[in-house]
């Protein structure tokens, strides 16, 4: 089904049109052979970095597009809808370069051409084995020995664990609570970063995530971004731009299942008519397509929100949770209309159903995001 989308310019355009040729290029071919392999497409990554798609919300000072957050969610979403693992891998690399663009100094924005450009991919190291939701009670420690700062713990369930060029530790400095907590900029070949096995996950295959072991890793003071005690602030304030970018891939991926269920919907006939021309399919799949919408307006609604310098969090937890809960029920569904045919690995929407899953689970359960909803009803 062809989106019908009211986009702020030309270039924004030209953008979607570049997206969706990639998309349909290097990514729509490939995604069986990487997800069976359960191989990180490091490649098509810095494909897209070269075309510019890796730093799209960025300044055109550091290598970034400078486009607006409503233009790149939407790039996401036609990403996710061919690969979603390829999708989330933007999202969280850009949700990655997001601390030293925002409060990084001068001499680390230096970095961020080869961040933003795709040579250099990105892992953000927040939740712990103990502490996923709970983050302000993270116990990585980071202890001041002269010119470095020696880093102590665990992180876990972390995306590019094992590919990436560089890591934003999340670290304890200070005292309990969120005031100290850190956020330091390492290398991947810092001695004592030790990326362990990767997890064998229910989806989302090609992306493996493991546990990042930090064993007495030195790194040097001038990779603190920002000052010590605002780790937290800096990750929460990132959060808030992820959840849209997750929020995108499950419009995305909701997509791709609906379309995929119409289209067989339309070829498979019982009793001699299509299947689509029964009620109780039709009018489920007439639901699904009104939800999809419901969740790209509601995306695009924060989006844009972000783009005015409005405050957005709340708006981007609305959408990150009726995103993901969509995708959840639209891809359950898709397998369902397929029948037995939905159940075996010929047909995507399986592997659709598996990958919606995690969705609901990254950047904030959505049972934290529903927190963050209440408490701002209770706050007036």
């Known amino acids: ?10 270039e924004a355009h030209d953008l ?9 290029r290097e990514l729509a071919p490939k995604v069986t052979g990487h997800e069976e392999r359960a191989e990180f497409p490091r490649e098509v990554l810095r494909t897209l970095g070269r075309a510019g798609l890796l730093g799209l919300p960025y300044p055109e000072e550091y290598g970034g597009a400078a486009q607006p957050y409503e233009v790149y969610v939407q790039v996401l979403e036609i990403l996710a809808s061919r690969w979603l693992a390829v999708a989330e891998a933007v999202s969280v690399h850009t949700l990655s370069c997001y601390p030293v663009a925002q409060f990084g100094t001068a001499e680390q924005r230096k970095l961020l051409p080869d961040m933003i450009g795709g040579e250099q991919l990105g892992a953000y190291c927040l939740t712990e084995p103990q502490g996923g939701s ?19 713990g665990t992180k876990a369930w972390i995306t590019h664990a094992r590919t990436a060029d560089f890591y934003n530790i999340f670290c304890r400095t200070g005292g309990p609570g969120p005031k100290g907590i850190s956020c330091l900029l390492a290398d991947r070949n810092t001695p004592g970063i030790e990326p362990q096995a990767a997890e064998r996950t229910m989806g989302l295959h090609s992306s493996p995530v493991a546990q990042i072991a930090f064993d007495g890793a030195r790194v040097p003071v001038e990779r603190l971004v920002g000052r010590e005690g ?24 909701a997509q791709a299942a609906l379309d995929y269920a119409v289209g067989y919907a339309r070829e498979r006939h019982q009793f001699g ?12 799949l007439a639901d699904h397509a009104t939800q999809i919408s419901a969740a790209r307006a509601l995306l695009l609604a924060a989006a844009r929100l972000r783009d005015a310098g409005r405050p957005y969090a709340t708006e981007a937890a609305k959408a990150k949770l009726f995103a993901t809960d969509v995708a959840m029920r639209v891809t359950t569904d898709a397998v369902q209309v397929l029948g037995g045919a939905g159940y075996v690995v010929d047909h995507p929407v399986e592997r659709y159903m598996r990958e919606a899953k995690v969705l609901q689970i990254v950047e904030g359960t959505n049972q934290i995001q529903r927190l963050l909803i209440s408490r701002a009803l209770a706050k007036g």
């Open 230 to 253: 605002m780790g937290f602030t800096i990750a929460m304030s990132a959060l808030d731009s992820g959840r849209l970018g997750i929020a995108a891939c499950a419009v995305g991926l």
């Open 134 to 152: 709970d983050a302000a009670a993270l116990t990585t420690k980071a202890v001041r020995d002269g010119d470095a700062y020696v880093v102590t």
């Open 16 to 24: 979607l049109d570049l997206a969706t040729e990639l998309a349909d």
């Open 1 to 10: 089904m062809t989106v019908d989308r009211i986009l702020p310019t030309d």
């Open 273 to 284: 008519r299509a299947i689509i021309d029964f009620q109780g399919l039709g009018f489920t």
